[in-house]
C-alpha cells in the first residue's frame, strides 16, 4: 500500500493553481521553493490534474479583471500631458519653467544655464539676487554631481524593482533590509528619502472587523501564553485564528497556524463555511508539515466556538498538543495572529474585490506561500520564516557538535 501524502489534497489543488496562475513567467523550481515542496513533485501534481482534465486548463480567475484594469490604466496615462503633473494644472517637477516656489538654489543655478544665451548670466543672477560666484561654484561640481545623480538613479531603479516585485507592500524598512540582503551598504534614511521623493508607497493598514463567536458555554482552556508570543525554539508555541474575506455577494473563510518562534504558517485551510473542520484541518496541516510528532507544544487561540469545541480538543489530544486560550474579546491575547491577517488584508486585498473563489483561494495561496517562502518580518531582522528556521537549524547543529 503506497503511503499517504502529507500534503493534503486541497494544498495540491492550490499549487497546481498557482502553477498555471503563473502562466510560464516562473519555473517549476521557483514556484516549488515558495510551497517549500520538491520541484518534480509539483510537476507530478500538475501532470497528473494535466492528465485528468478534459481539454486545456482554464484561464486562470480574474485574468479579464486584471486586463480591464490595465486598459483602465493605460487610458488614464495616455490623457496625461507629458510635463504635466497627473490632475494637476501647475507643470511638473522638473520642467523648464521657473514660479514662484522655486527659488532654492538648485533650480535657481538650472534656470541660470537655461537662459544664459538670452539674458546673460549677470543679469539673472542680479534678478533672481544669487551671487555669480556661487554659480560658477555650482558649474565647476557639475561632473561630481553628475556621478552622484547616476548612482541615486540606479539605487531608484532598483528600489522600484523591489517594491514591484513584492507586489508594492514593501515600506522603506524591508527594502533597506532588502537592499542589505542583496550586498548594498545604503543608510535607511536615504531609502526613506528617495521613496518620499519618487513616491513610492508600501501598503498601510486598513480598518479590522471582530470575526471571534465565543461560545460562552464551553469549559475554557488555561491561558498558557500570556501574551508572551516568542519562543526560543521551534514547535514550542503555536497560535491560530480564522478570517474571512468577501467574495461576491458571500464570504470565504480562513484558518492559520503559526509558529511563534519562526512566524511561518505552518498549516491553513480555506472553506465557504466556519464549521469545526476549518480549524481542525489547518491543525492536521501544520502537524504534517512537522512531520507528525508535535508532542508537548502549546497552541494558543481565542474563545471562538470552533477552537472551544470537542472535536477540536480531541484532534489536539491526539496529536499531544497543550490547548490555551486567551480571554473573551481581547485581540491584545491573540495578537500575533491578528498581525497575520492585517498583513494578509494590506497586502493582499487592498482596494480589491474577489469575484470568485477560485480567485480568491489562488491570492490567498499566493501570498501565504510568499510570506513563508520570501517576505521579510521585522521581528525576525528582516529574514523570511523560512530563513529564519534554515538559520534555526544551523545555530541548533553547531551547538550540538560543539
Known amino acids: 500500500m503506497a503511503r499517504p501524502s502529507k500534503y493534503s489534497a486541497e494544498f495540491r489543488s492550490d499549487a497546481i493553481a498557482l502553477w498555471r496562475a503563473s502562466a510560464g513567467r516562473r519555473t517549476f523550481r521557483d514556484v516549488a521553493a515558495d510551497l517549500n515542496v520538491n520541484p518534480e513533485t509539483l510537476r507530478a501534481w500538475v501532470r497528473n490534474a494535466d492528465g485528468s482534465a478534459t481539454g486545456s486548463a482554464p484561464e486562470p480567475d480574474g485574468t479579464q479583471d486584471e486586463l480591464a484594469r490595465l486598459r483602465a490604466e493605460n487610458a488614464r496615462l495616455a490623457k496625461a500631458e507629458k510635463g504635466m503633473a497627473a490632475g494637476a494644472g501647475d507643470s511638473a517637477p522638473g520642467s523648464g519653467v521657473f514660479r514662484p516656489g522655486d527659488e532654492v538654489k538648485t533650480a535657481a543655478w538650472d534656470f541660470i544655464s537655461a537662459y544664459a544665451e538670452n539674458f546673460g548670466i549677470k543679469r539673472i543672477c542680479r534678478v533672481l539676487e544669487v551671487s555669480r560666484s556661487g554659480y560658477y561654484r555650482w558649474i565647476t561640481g557639475a561632473p561630481a554631481r553628475a556621478v552622484r545623480q547616476a548612482d541615486e538613479d540606479a539605487l531608484v531603479e532598483e528600489i522600484r524593482e523591489i517594491h514591484t516585485e513584492h507586489l508594492g507592500n514593501y515600506g522603506a524598512l524591508r527594502i533597506h533590509a532588502e537592499l542589505r540582503g542583496f550586498g548594498h551598504t545604503v543608510n535607511r534614511?536615504?531609502?526613506?528619502?528617495?521613496?518620499?521623493?519618487?513616491?513610492?508607497?508600501?501598503?498601510?493598514?486598513?480598518?479590522?472587523?471582530?470575526?471571534?463567536?465565543?461560545?460562552?458555554?464551553?469549559?475554557?482552556?488555561?491561558?498558557?501564553?500570556?501574551?508572551?508570543?516568542?519562543?526560543?525554539?521551534?514547535?514550542?508555541?503555536?497560535?491560530?485564528?480564522?478570517?474571512?474575506?468577501?467574495?461576491?455577494?458571500?464570504?470565504?473563510?480562513?484558518?492559520?497556524?503559526?509558529?511563534?518562534?519562526?512566524r511561518r504558517v505552518l498549516g491553513w485551510s480555506m472553506a465557504s463555511h466556519m464549521r469545526t473542520e476549518l480549524v481542525t484541518d489547518a491543525l492536521k496541516a501544520a502537524v504534517a508539515t512537522r512531520g507528525g510528532d508535535v508532542t508537548g507544544v502549546i497552541f494558543h487561540a481565542d474563545r471562538g466556538s470552533q477552537y472551544t469545541s470537542a472535536a477540536f480538543a480531541q484532534v489536539s489530544d491526539k496529536y499531544g498538543i497543550r490547548r490555551s486560550m486567551g480571554r473573551v474579546g481581547s485581540s491584545y491575547d491573540n495578537a500575533l495572529a491578528e498581525s497575520l491577517w492585517q498583513g494578509l488584508k494590506r497586502e493582499t486585498m487592498h482596494k480589491k474585490l474577489f469575484a470568485t473563489m477560485s480567485q480568491a483561494r489562488l491570492e490567498i495561496f499566493k501570498w501565504l506561500t510568499y510570506y513563508n517562502a520570501r517576505r521579510r518580518h521585522s521581528s525576525l531582522s528582516y529574514l523570511s520564516p523560512m530563513e529564519f528556521e534554515q538559520q534555526h537549524h544551523r545555530q541548533v547543529k553547531l551547538s550540538l557538535a560543539a
Open 189 to 262: 534614511k536615504r531609502v526613506a528619502r528617495l521613496m518620499r521623493k519618487h513616491a513610492i508607497v508600501g501598503r498601510h493598514l486598513r480598518r479590522k472587523k471582530r470575526t471571534t463567536v465565543p461560545d460562552r458555554l464551553a469549559p475554557p482552556a488555561p491561558d498558557l501564553v500570556r501574551r508572551n508570543f516568542t519562543a526560543d525554539v521551534l514547535d514550542e508555541k503555536w497560535c491560530g485564528d480564522i478570517t474571512y474575506v468577501q467574495v461576491g455577494a458571500s464570504w470565504l473563510y480562513l484558518a492559520c497556524v503559526v509558529d511563534m518562534c519562526s
